[in-house]
Nanobody, 111 residues
Framework: QVQLVESGGGLVQPGGSLRLSCAAS?????MGWYRQAPGKQRELVAT???????NYADSVQGRFTISRDTAKNTVYLQMNSLKPEDTAVYYC????????WGQGTQVTVSS
């Protein structure tokens, strides 16, 4: 069973920055971040493969950066120029044969 431990959420003003971290218990293929706002479906934010190939949602392209430290089995999400519409619970995800989820971390963008 793969365990994912997230950290780094919180409250930030519009235009601010936050960095999320997610540590996996083992090395695993594709890691990424999804988010779910109240009343909405969970949506892709960004993913990164073990070789470093990245994919971003259009809504965060140019503002968010996903990176990965394979030695630490950790994925990061640097979020800059945050907007109120970025407010959501952010979930770490890891995929191999199965699909694994973290417990979620709240990100709130508000003045």
């Amino acid at each position: 069973q793969v365990q994912l431990v997230e950290s780094g959420g919180g409250l930030v003003q519009p235009g601010g920055s936050l960095r999320l971290s997610c540590a996996a218990s083992i090395r695993i293929g594709v890691m990424g971040w999804y988010r779910q706002a109240p009343g909405k479906q969970r949506e892709l934010v960004a993913t990164v493969t073990s070789s470093g190939r990245t994919n971003y949602a259009d809504s965060v392209q140019g503002r968010f950066t996903i990176s990965r430290d394979t030695a630490k089995n950790t994925v990061y999400l640097q979020m800059n120029s945050l907007k109120p519409e970025d407010t959501a619970v952010y979930y770490c995800n890891a995929k191999s044969i199965n699909n694994y989820w973290g417990q979620g971390t709240q990100v709130t963008v508000s003045s």
